[in-house]
């Protein structure tokens, strides 16, 4: 098979909840991202042959909202386009569906990526189609229902934070200590310019005039302990997930893209990464934060490796429990072999930082409240990024780091 590489990534920066990126649709951040990722890779819009993009709230937002994000982006209407639905692990899902296209030389260059606006949700006048006759009836937030809400046992995420809380004996105090250490690393980075290469500063338009947005929003300057020990249970009397140890609610878009090696080389561009495999996984839905494990074991299977050889892992926090879970299980599974090699050949490739994830600074543990789990491991050895689904079916994708980066410290 055809070996895969990545060649450009960028993201929005992510916005609240109705805050700096309200007034922009999904399709609307989603061709602002495909079309600098195309840019970045150097390349002309028609030497894209598809476009896969993930997309969750879909309600109200038309037709194959990939093929809107796609033409919108100026590529030809003659480009194929589709949309994947995998709740939070979509975006990563593009990814393995564009790796796979490639490696069957169904395709020499995909974009692939993910767009969201959880602000502009559309709420649901349910049954009205028959006729409401008498009495009240209620608006559907399509928010909660397509996207937090547990469609096999009909309650709130927050909770299966709650019963992986119990189930590993994840403390109030330990989700505490992590949310607030996750803003202050967040907020470091934004000061320290981390985030700055991989944004793509986005013009708002206002009766005002114009407004470049470029930081991320939802990271607290003010976040302390004290304040995060005072708020109150979310989901559940006397429960331990609060509105501070879970993540926001927030809008956003990322892109990458991706082309055989061959392609990259006749093009003469260099590689972001070469991706080496991937996997999914799937755990009971009452427990959906702990699907990384089972997804981190096929991912390391394909790629040859062990967890032994990791040398950081950053991790998806939905919430603090659950990263603190999936922390607890990796840790137990230290020295273990998760199964059979898949073939890892060719030269180290550079690690791409893709999208809001991998940053060339960071702590051996790192958490913040985005979307994908990353694994860099020892020098010279590939790295896994691993994005948990809600209700339990996150995917995984290993990629090589480049020969540069190697002698490069994480701090």
């Known amino acids: 098979m055809k070996e895969v590489v990545i060649v450009s990534a960028v993201r929005t920066p992510v916005g609240s909840f109705n805050g700096g990126l309200a007034s922009l649709s999904a399709a609307e951040m989603g061709a602002l991202t495909i079309a600098e990722a195309v840019k970045r890779a150097q390349l002309q819009p028609n030497q894209v042959d598809e476009v896969i993009f993930g997309n969750v709230l879909q309600a109200g937002l038309g037709q194959n909202v990939a093929?809107?994000?796609?033409?919108?982006?100026?590529?030809?209407d003659t480009t194929p386009s589709f949309?994947?639905?995998?709740v939070c692990g979509s975006g990563l899902k593009t990814v393995n569906l564009a790796a796979q296209a490639l490696m069957c030389e169904d395709a020499d260059i995909i974009v692939a990526g993910g767009t969201?606006?959880?602000t502009q949700a559309p709420y649901v006048l349910d049954k009205a189609r028959w006729g409401l006759r008498m009495g009240n009836t209620k608006l559907v937030d399509a928010m909660i229902q397509d996207g937090l809400w547990c469609a096999f046992n009909d309650y709130h995420m927050g909770i299966t934070a709650e019963n992986v809380?119990?189930?590993?004996?994840?403390?109030r105090e330990a989700q505490d200590q992590l949310a607030f250490e996750s803003q202050t690393k967040a907020v470091k980075a934004i000061d320290d310019g981390s985030f700055?290469?991989?944004?793509?500063?986005?013009v708002i338009k206002g009766k005002k005039g114009d407004v470049i947005f470029d930081t991320d929003e939802f990271p607290k300057r003010d976040a302390a302990l004290a304040k995060l020990a005072c708020l109150k249970p979310a989901f559940k009397k006397d429960g331990t997930v609060t509105a501070g140890n879970a993540s926001g609610i927030n809008d956003g878009s990322a892109a990458l893209v991706l082309m055989t090696?061959?392609?990259?080389?006749?093009?003469?561009?260099?590689?972001?990464a070469r991706i080496l495999g991937y996997g999914s996984g799937g755990v009971d839905p009452s427990i959906m934060?702990?699907?990384p494990v089972p997804a981190t074991r096929r991912a390391l299977a394909k790629a040859g490796l062990t967890i032994d050889q990791l040398d950081l892992i950053e991790a998806n926090e939905a919430f603090a429990a659950q990263f603190l879970a999936v922390g607890k299980e990796y840790r137990r599974q230290r020295s273990s072999h998760f199964g059979y090699a898949a073939a890892c050949s060719g030269a180290a490739e550079q690690e791409n930082r893709l999208s809001d994830a991998v940053h060339r600074r960071r702590p051996r543990l790192r958490h913040h409240h985005r979307t994908p789990v990353i694994f860099t491991v020892k020098e010279c050895q590939p790295s896994a990024v691993i994005a948990p689904g809600a209700l339990g079916a996150p995917g995984a994708y290993v990629m090589q780091k480049n020969k540069e980066e190697?002698?490069?410290?994480?701090?």
């Open 67 to 76: 093929r809107q994000c796609s033409i919108k982006a100026g590529l030809p």
């Open 83 to 86: 949309t994947v639905n995998k």
């Open 116 to 118: 969201e606006s959880m």
């Open 165 to 171: 809380a119990e189930k590993f004996g994840i403390t």
């Open 196 to 202: 700055k290469k991989e944004i793509l500063p986005v």
């Open 261 to 272: 090696a061959d392609k990259a080389k006749a093009l003469g561009l260099k590689p972001l």
């Open 289 to 291: 934060g702990m699907g």
């Open 406 to 411: 190697r002698g490069k410290k994480n701090v």
